[in-house]
């Protein structure tokens, strides 16, 4: 049993990551931290719902493995909703139609494999972590802020995020930097994500009367020449400055790693971001803010790094 | 030795407990968690600078433990500045007068005792999550938020609070709170201290017409019919619920315990605070929000609570 364990540790297993999201269930085969196959179906491809296109996906790149002589060993799961982890139940996953899916459950009935899951900014944040060398003991607190439809902001006590008690912890969107600002989804007025979202940025701008036409990602190119996409950027980086400095002030970071669609945006993002939360802290010594280098397979790779939990305990379960 | 160590357990030591402000040294000897004798100096009651009269505390409470019969075993320290608790050091304390002072390791030399020492905040907190049954593993995180001269909020996690990447974690109080608002002392315009600390609602008052010589706590007492200690009061709840609202987003925190002077005021701030954070955050459940039950002697009991380490260890140390 112990050379078996050993071997595994020297030969990396393959795993099976599921990213799922409301437009995309994205799937990887991931080896040694690389992803060496994927598969990508429509989360309602199936009319039976998004856990039968999950099962379709699983099912391909367990194929897969199968076709390469290494068959996968585990799967991780990354998803929005409520996710509890202990007993791989997801609740209130409007975006999937799921009110109490018994997730984990099902695809180990289906595929005879252990499965983890954990939310989808969880993940993600894990895999961020990782991929900058802070999920080492001792390094210090880092964050990890995705900037995309919404903003969220990971806290990573030795590259593990912060749960929360229920589970919902991170939602720093919802945080206020505007009194009497904008209306939020969320009902309150001035939340984060009103103001600096990839979605807020398109939705502020076509307010004030720029082009119904351009992306977000247009609107920041579009700076240098267009008043109007001037003033949302620059409304959107105080409203992140507000928002690093209060985390700042609070985790007292290491690191601040962004990521997510906006932060495609480099250092058009990075450095007025810099600027400004380096004003508003001028009386401690800044954290580093870096951009990430994973990009969108973030959530894919933090769920293959879900499954490490599943072969530590294995391995202490059979070694006792 | 283990019959030692036993006995150890059975009948609590008793513990040296040193909060060092800088207007006063408050002392206590404390027994199975309850204070059993205090002594208390002004900080500069000595020409020699506050260590000596950190030591004139110390020695006097040796004596009283000595004439009790249980000799005190241990000295645990809770001071400002910036605290690093594994070299016993103490850097940039200006109200102390200290740059880099060994304070463990002087302490350590002078009372052969093992000493721990750690900053104000942090011990402070210790000691509300313990009172608060919230140091027991997987109660979720929590946080203290002591409201004073200033504003501090430490997060608790299994009851410890967290340090942060240079020991300057839960600075609360240096939070935007009013983009463009009034100056704070940080340099900052509009941070959560210049509207709601103890110090920051005393200033407000008086500038804008109030009189001079009312306290705070009468300045909470007269807003029934006085309209400019209604308007101040209201702008500092408004303040300290945006702050509120945006802790819980980010932690997801079981419970928040509200502590330090301006607590006095009761329900006069828990009512009003309840009813903001709750209005902001309609989409999701509220954590619990209480008044810390602890009080001004947080500060000593937590510096006890850090001799449990010194305890651990020194078993660890022996057993091996």
């Known amino acids: 049993m112990i050379t078996l364990l050993e071997s595994v540790d020297v030969r990396p297993s393959t795993v099976i990551a599921v990213d799922v999201g409301g437009t995309m269930v994205k799937g990887a085969l991931v080896r040694g931290g690389a992803i060496v196959a994927r598969a990508e179906r429509s989360t309602f491809h199936h009319a039976a719902g998004a856990m039968s296109t999950i099962e379709l996906v699983v099912d391909e790149l367990l194929f897969t493995s199968d076709m390469a002589g290494s068959r996968a060993t585990s799967i991780g799961v990354a998803c929005p909703g409520s996710v509890h982890a202990g007993s791989g139940r997801?609740?209130?996953?409007?975006?999937?139609?799921?009110?109490?899916?018994?997730?984990?459950?099902?695809?180990?009935?289906?595929?005879?494999?252990?499965?983890?899951?954990?939310?989808?900014?969880?993940?993600?944040?894990?895999?961020a972590?990782?991929?900058?060398?802070?999920?080492?003991?001792?390094?210090?607190?880092?964050?990890?802020?995705?900037?995309?439809?919404?903003?969220?902001?990971?806290?990573?006590?030795?590259?593990?995020p912060l749960t929360g008690a229920s589970?919902?912890?991170?939602?720093?969107?919802?945080?206020?930097?505007?009194p009497q600002g904008e209306l939020c989804a969320c009902g309150q007025h001035g939340c984060l994500?009103?103001?600096?979202?990839?979605?807020?940025?398109?939705?502020?701008?076509r307010a004030a009367g720029g082009s119904a036409l351009l992306t977000t990602e247009q609107i920041v190119s579009a700076?240098?020449?267009?008043?109007v996409a001037q003033r949302v950027w620059d409304e959107a980086i105080d409203a992140l400055a507000t928002g690093i400095t209060a985390v700042t002030a609070l985790f007292d970071p290491?690191?601040?790693?962004?990521?997510?669609?906006?932060?495609?945006?480099?250092?058009?993002?990075?450095?007025?971001?810099?600027?400004?939360?380096?004003?508003?802290?001028?009386?401690?010594?800044l954290p580093s803010i870096q951009i990430s280098a994973l990009g969108p397979d973030a959530g894919l790779l933090g769920a293959a790094l879900l499954t490490r939990a599943l072969r530590t305990t294995s391995q202490n379960q059979e070694m006792t």
């Open 223 to 227: 700076r240098a020449h267009d008043a």
């Open 129 to 160: 972590g990782a991929s900058a060398g802070l999920d080492r003991p001792d390094t210090g607190p880092a964050v990890f802020i995705p900037i995309g439809t919404g903003i969220s902001a990971s806290l990573l006590l030795d590259g593990v």
């Open 90 to 127: 997801v609740r209130n996953a409007v975006n999937l139609g799921w009110e109490d899916e018994p997730v984990a459950e099902r695809l180990r009935a289906t595929f005879s494999l252990p499965v983890a899951i954990d939310h989808d900014a969880r993940a993600a944040a894990l895999a």
């Open 193 to 205: 994500e009103a103001y600096a979202s990839a979605g807020g940025i398109g939705r502020r701008y």
């Open 167 to 178: 589970g919902r912890a991170g939602e720093f969107g919802h945080m206020r930097v505007v």
């Open 254 to 285: 290491l690191c601040i790693l962004l990521g997510g669609g906006l932060s495609r945006a480099g250092d058009a993002l990075l450095l007025p971001v810099r600027e400004a939360v380096g004003r508003s802290l001028a009386w401690r010594p």
